[in-house]
């Protein structure tokens, strides 16, 4: 069976944060639109905490939460133990969705970062304050594809950028 494409995809400041006391420490009306642009009609993974802090399953899109929580159940969504049967319900829907996002939290981003094939990341240009952090990884490892500069209307010249990296190919 063919592994779904899998691609992470996060808002993060210049000091790789990307949540505060579970919620995101900016408000970027134009980020939330470009995110509902990349994940209509996709599967999003997600921890509990992130489901927690977004407060419902997202419409229009195959929600599943992964959580430890013994009978946790949110109607409308999908709920697993695991990073591996989110991966295999994933697979499942590999021929309805193109593209299966993983969009947090920070230990959703560790678990999935080294088998993730792109990552869409909106690169906040200034340093914020937070409790939740997008972990590090290997630039050689990615090439960047597109980049598109923002800059914020209702925040005094917020500037962040719009990037997607993709994995490089081994050629071992």
Same mark, same amino acid.
């Given at each position: 069976?063919?592994?779904? $494409?899998? +691609?992470?995809?996060?808002?993060?400041?210049?000091?790789?944060?990307?949540?505060?006391?579970?919620?995101?420490?900016?408000? !970027?009306? +134009?980020?939330? =639109?470009?995110?509902?642009? !990349?994940?209509?009609?996709?599967?999003?993974? %997600?921890?509990?905490?992130?489901?927690?802090? *977004?407060?419902?399953?997202?419409?229009?899109?195959?929600?599943?939460? @992964?959580? $430890?929580?013994?009978?946790?159940?949110?109607?409308?969504?999908?709920?697993?133990?695991? @990073? /591996?049967? +989110? !991966?295999?319900?994933?697979?499942?829907?590999?021929?309805?969705?193109?593209?299966?996002? *993983?969009?947090?939290?920070? =230990?959703?981003?560790?678990?999935?970062?080294?088998?993730?094939?792109? %990552?869409? *990341?909106?690169?906040?240009?200034? /340093?914020?304050?937070?409790?939740?952090?997008?972990?590090?990884?290997?630039?050689?490892?990615?090439?960047?594809?597109?980049?598109?500069?923002?800059?914020?209307?209702?925040?005094?010249?917020?500037?962040?950028?719009?990037?997607? !990296?993709?994995?490089?190919?081994?050629? *071992?």
């Amino acid at each position: 069976m063919m592994s779904p $494409r899998l +691609a992470i995809l996060v808002a993060m400041a210049r000091n790789r944060v990307i949540g505060w006391n579970n919620k995101l420490p900016w408000h !970027l009306p +134009a980020d939330l =639109k470009h995110f509902k642009f !990349l994940t209509m009609g996709q599967t999003i993974v %997600m921890g509990r905490k992130t489901y927690e802090s *977004i407060g419902k399953p997202l419409p229009g899109r195959t929600n599943i939460i @992964i959580t $430890r929580q013994a009978g946790y159940e949110v109607p409308g969504a999908i709920v697993v133990s695991s @990073i /591996d049967n +989110a !991966l295999l319900i994933c697979e499942e829907n590999s021929a309805i969705n193109g593209e299966h996002f *993983i969009i947090g939290g920070e =230990k959703i981003y560790r678990q999935t970062l080294e088998i993730c094939q792109r %990552m869409y *990341i909106t690169e906040i240009q200034r /340093d914020f304050e937070g409790d939740v952090f997008f972990p590090e990884f290997d630039p050689n490892e990615w090439e960047e594809t597109q980049r598109d500069k923002q800059i914020s209307e209702n925040d005094a010249n917020l500037e962040y950028h719009f990037v997607v !990296l993709d994995r490089k190919v081994s050629t *071992i």
